[in-house]
């Protein structure tokens, strides 16, 4: 059975305040998250990922066996560090109950984040973070032999060291997402 995290609405429910506008014109801008799950004859593997749309890179991850939501608040706390105190980035995702959830939205109103979600079976409206995971899925894991979750959990994380730092993009100038950051710092 596939893994699906709308569960009907079990918290509040943001506005689709992105609205499909996936440029971002700054680091930390705007923010897109979701889950995706990876099943190894049966054995499961959730990935919990959150992009930059400035540059496409993954600034924050965690991976777990079940989408608890552990995952997402660790996850959350992992992007939120690597803000400068005026950042407040809008951070979009779909309903799934994670993102729902009083806790998470406590968490986004503290730090100052706006939340943002597709609306309800949408997937357009999060297009950025599935096309991420189509590549990631594409490069990394369809047509792979995995022995384990493990070896496929330690193949992921090389991946998003991959994505961030090696793999180049034509839509950055030919820089990889770290690079094309970088220099636009150095630039401001």
């Known amino acids: 059975m596939k893994y699906r995290s709308y569960k009907g609405q079990v918290g509040k429910i943001a506005n689709n305040v992105l609205q499909r506008q996936f440029k971002a014109e700054?680091?930390?801008q705007k923010w897109v998250t979701d889950v995706t799950e990876f099943n190894i004859r049966g054995d499961k593997l959730y990935l919990f990922p959150v992009m930059d749309l400035f540059n496409g890179e993954i600034i924050a991850?965690?991976?777990?066996?079940?989408?608890?939501?552990?995952?997402?608040k660790d996850m959350l706390k992992e992007a939120i560090e690597t803000l400068n105190l005026n950042e407040k980035p809008m951070i979009h995702s779909d309903?799934?109950?994670?993102y729902q959830m009083r806790f998470y939205q406590k968490q986004l109103a503290e730090r100052g984040l706006t939340q943002s979600m597709s609306r309800k079976g949408n997937c357009?409206?999060?297009?950025?973070?599935?096309?991420?995971?189509?590549i990631l899925k594409s490069e990394c894991f369809y047509g792979e032999e995995f022995k384990s979750v493990d070896e496929l959990e330690?193949?992921?994380k090389e991946y998003i060291h991959y994505y961030?730092?090696?793999r180049i993009k034509?839509?950055?100038?030919?820089l990889?997402?770290?690079?094309y950051r970088n220099q636009s710092l150095e630039i401001a």
Do not use: C, I, Y
Request: proline share 7%; glycine share 8%.
């Open 170 to 174: 034509v839509k950055l100038k030919g």
């Open 95 to 98: 309903q799934g109950w994670q």
């Open 61 to 72: 991850f965690q991976m777990e066996r079940r989408p608890v939501f552990g995952l997402v």
């Open 124 to 134: 357009l409206d999060n297009a950025a973070m599935e096309s991420f995971f189509g």
């Open 26 to 28: 700054r680091p930390n």
């Open 176 to 179: 990889t997402p770290v690079e």
């Open 154 to 156: 330690q193949k992921v």
């Open 164 to 166: 961030n730092h090696e």
